[in-house]
């Protein structure tokens, strides 16, 4: 009985993006099941490609010529059929290809090598030496050195390490179509996993004895050794015998091949270490808290359940609600996953989580090595771990009987990809967890309007937690316009109500923490003379003043440049820095208060593998009275000590040409606001503004979400933003201009022109195209053309796009520009 397999092979072209079939072997026939990983003859010239088996068929629709599957790469499927389900939900979702997709769930640490090598042909190889010497006096230089490499490295080599020959791929064709070489393809299959070999006795004390006794078998004083400490220190790591007895492979060899020993591989399991420690407190939840265990637990093995909204306001004693509900899952057999939105955030969730459930709880998030990642995925598959906690990628865990999902701070934009395909945690969250009854918890104090509208109508359950788990009020928010400080003839960043509580904060041994939202010394440099700004050379963007090396950074590529004492545009001495960066904030708080330990939280402060975690440690042991940082200080970190939060600069948000900007501010006022008073000291925040009046700030003051979204809602509904219109964001970026320009107009007239086609006339609900508001990153000119689905069906304009970006992309855009489609995008900048 014949049989087919329907296939995506690994590669990262739109031409093969779509299922390819496949004959399947006789041998394999039994073995092939749907999500294998096989070996296929790709390509006019078959090279040996991986691909993932979505379907097995018993006949062809068409008469076709089919290649047949050379092997099964793995003994089973590394994809289910769910995650096979879920790649051809978000190919659709999110239009973007098959290897996307796969590429999310693909197990780390896999990696297929596939290479060419050439051999000397049997005709000449069997030649006798005579009638070879006779031979190569026949050849030309370059296949004379071809032969010679071949013979020279043991008759064959990988066509890669003879690449200086020149035109060598024409010249290896030749010579073999004159049968003098073969030239064939070949791969290794890599998986980055460590063993470690462990050696015991191969039978007990008294056993042994007798057994080497009866066979006379003669032992070195080496070998003795190894034997009397094996008998009372059985099964131990080879290479810590080795060391503790300073015994060489020969002896352990020699023994083996005795039938004295075994020697066992087993998995070893790569954990990273973490220097961050918390201790478990038992915990005595609250009314509010139990209420939402109990909803959450009496459903979770109900059908056709909603997702749950956790809206608790920030020190609520959410985590506790997450970890009682995760202990009722595990009793009753099932996997969680938790997801936080950076992994500034881990060392404390990991802690807390390690300290209640043991080595049952995994990380996994970017900063782990392959090797790591990869240990996760084997161990999650073995049952080792049955919690994971991560930041976005570990919604793609290969759990078996996976039953809680819980997304904390599920406002963060962190949560959306930026790179393809642009997915959304949540959104394949909620796709998941309907699909397979799983309970989808989404926790916040700052839910986004656009799924708080949700909730108003019907699609979530909410769960309210309105009180402090210590039952201690909200810190108070006292706003200081700094207008007012100015015309008072205080030009210092801070005012001086916060100067007076920090100096309070401090004498109380509490402490601070200051939040501004960027990092570096000051936002640009620039002349005072003649107004030159010092531009990124690759992007539309002013440089960031760092002081400590007196250069400017482009946060955008990494462009540097040391900022010259003169202006490279009129020669004046009038180069200053303006704005404010954490730097500035550290060195102005040093000469205010000569005594204060501080410590700075940034993106540069924190990019040293395990920094992050030392000064999260410091600031928790109470080693630094203040901490400033950026909005990694807004995403849940709870330290009891803090009694005062400054935010220096609370409108700067406001100000940004993004339709999310009030929301963003709303939120990290409040979520900043809640990082004081979270223990038995209460907490005050000193919010510093230019504009006191806005709705965003004057809701944030009073912590009042209903009345911000109920303000907000209304500008969405006017202005057609989400929730009530989708959004579609294509972006044409390259390095010519013109051409970029030019890619962008072909783009809207190709859309315009099916639209036409199809009787639509009114083209409002398209916006562009034009240059984005960022025109220029890395080199690459960016414009863009925005959709809303404002009188026309989603579905329609999402396969109009995927029509003209996709399949028809070379006849509509140049090769050498890039096209990326984003549907609801968090920012349009």
Not at 472 to 490: A, F, S, T
């Amino acid at each position: 009985m014949e049989k087919y397999a329907k296939l995506v092979v690994r590669s990262n072209t739109i031409y093969t993006d779509n299922l390819f079939t496949y004959k399947v072997p006789d041998f394999l026939i039994n073995e092939l099941s749907i999500g294998h990983r096989v070996l296929v003859p790709f390509g006019r010239g078959n090279k040996p490609t991986e691909a993932f088996v979505f379907e097995i068929i018993d006949n062809l629709d068409e008469d076709i010529k089919t290649k047949e599957i050379v092997d099964v790469l793995d003994e089973k499927p590394i994809f289910r059929v769910e995650d096979l389900e879920l790649v051809n939900w978000m190919k659709n979702r999110y239009l973007c290809t098959y290897i996307d997709c796969i590429n999310l769930i693909y197990p780390k640490g896999y990696k297929l090598n596939n290479y060419k090598v050439v051999t000397l042909n049997e005709s000449i190889d069997n030649l006798s030496e005579h009638k070879f010497k006779e031979f190569l006096l026949t050849l030309n230089e370059n296949q004379t050195k071809v032969i010679e490499l071949i013979i020279s490295n043991k008759g064959k080599i990988k066509v890669e390490k003879i690449k200086d020959i020149q035109n060598v791929n024409s010249l290896l064709d030749r010579m073999a179509k004159k049968q003098i070489i073969n030239l064939y393809w070949e791969y290794k299959d890599h998986k980055n996993e460590k063993k470690i070999c462990y050696i015991s006795l191969t039978m007990d004390s008294d056993e042994l004895d007798d057994y080497i006794k009866d066979n006379k078998i003669n032992l070195g004083s080496k070998q003795k050794e190894i034997v009397k400490f094996l008998k009372n220190n059985n099964n131990i790591e080879i290479n810590d015998l080795m060391e503790l007895l300073n015994a060489s492979k020969k002896s352990i060899t020699s023994l083996y091949d005795k039938n004295l020993i075994t020697l066992k591989l087993e998995d070893y399991y790569r954990n990273p270490n973490s220097i961050y420690k918390s201790s478990y407190k038992d915990i005595i939840l609250n009314n509010e808290q139990q209420y939402a265990i109990n909803k959450i637990t009496s459903q979770m093995f109900e059908e056709n359940k909603k997702p749950y909204m956790l809206h608790g306001i920030t020190g609520s004693g959410k985590t506790e609600v997450y970890m009682e509900v995760i202990d009722y899952a595990l009793k009753q057999g099932l996997d969680s996953i938790v997801l936080v939105p950076e992994i500034a955030l881990t060392p404390q969730t990991i802690s807390r989580f390690k300290n209640r459930f043991g080595d049952i709880v995994g990380v996994f998030h970017s900063q782990l090595s392959e090797g790591q990642k990869h240990d996760v995925y084997k161990a999650i598959k073995a049952g080792k771990i049955r919690i994971l906690v991560g930041a976005r990628s570990a919604l793609f865990a290969p759990f078996n009987s996976l039953g809680v999902i819980i997304i904390d701070e599920f406002h963060e934009t962190s949560y959306k990809s930026e790179k393809n395909p642009k997915f959304s945690a949540i959104e394949i969250a909620k796709y998941m967890s309907i699909k397979n009854d799983i309970s989808l918890i989404l926790g916040s104090a700052t839910p986004p309007i656009d799924e708080y509208y949700k909730v108003k109508n019907n699609e979530y359950e909410l769960i309210e937690i309105k009180n402090r788990a210590n039952n201690k009020p909200l810190p108070k928010i006292k706003v200081i316009d700094m207008k007012g400080q100015l015309n008072n003839g205080n030009k210092s960043i801070f005012s001086i109500p916060l100067q007076n509580e920090i100096q309070e904060a401090i004498k109380n041994k509490s402490q601070v923490i200051l939040f501004l939202n960027r990092r570096g010394y000051a936002s640009f440099v620039s002349c005072r003379a003649c107004g030159y700004v010092f531009q990124c050379e690759n992007c539309d963007i002013s440089l960031t003043y760092h002081k400590g090396k007196n250069i400017g950074r482009c946060h955008y590529c990494g462009y540097e440049k040391e900022i010259p004492k003169e202006c490279p545009d009129c020669g004046s001495k009038y180069i200053k820095p303006f704005g404010v960066g954490t730097q500035k904030i550290e060195e102005e708080l040093k000469t205010i208060f000569p005594d204060a330990k501080i410590l700075r939280m940034d993106k540069d402060t924190t990019s040293k593998k395990g920094s992050l975690e030392e000064i999260l440690n410091k600031f928790k042991n109470e080693e630094a009275d203040i901490l400033i940082g950026t909005q990694m200080l807004s995403k849940g970190l709870d330290f009891e000590n803090v009694t005062l939060v400054g935010i220096l600069s609370a409108d700067m948000m406001l100000n940004f040409p993004d339709f999310k900007s009030f929301e963003n501010t709303f939120q990290l006022i409040t979520q900043v606001s809640g990082r004081a008073g979270r223990s038995d000291k209460e907490g005050k925040v000193i919010l510093q503004t230019y504009d006191t009046d806005h709705y965003a700030i004057r809701r944030a003051i009073n912590y009042d979400y209903e009345g911000f979204y109920s303000d907000e809602i209304k500008i969405r509904k006017a202005f057609g933003y989400s929730p009530f219109n989708n959004m579609i964001s294509v972006v044409i970026s390259g390095e010519n201009e013109k051409v970029v320009k030019q890619n962008s107009e072909n783009m809207y007239n190709s859309i315009i022109y099916l639209l036409k086609n199809r009787g639509i006339n009114d083209f409002e609900f398209i916006l562009g195209p034009n240059p984005c508001s960022i025109a220029k990153i890395n080199q690459n000119y960016r414009w863009q053309i925005l959709f809303k689905d404002d009188n026309i069906e989603i579905n329609l304009l999402k396969g109009i796009i995927k029509y003209i970006c996709i399949t028809k992309r070379d006849v509509v855009f140049n090769k050498d520009v890039n096209v990326s489609i984003d549907i609801n995008p968090n920012s349009v900048l």
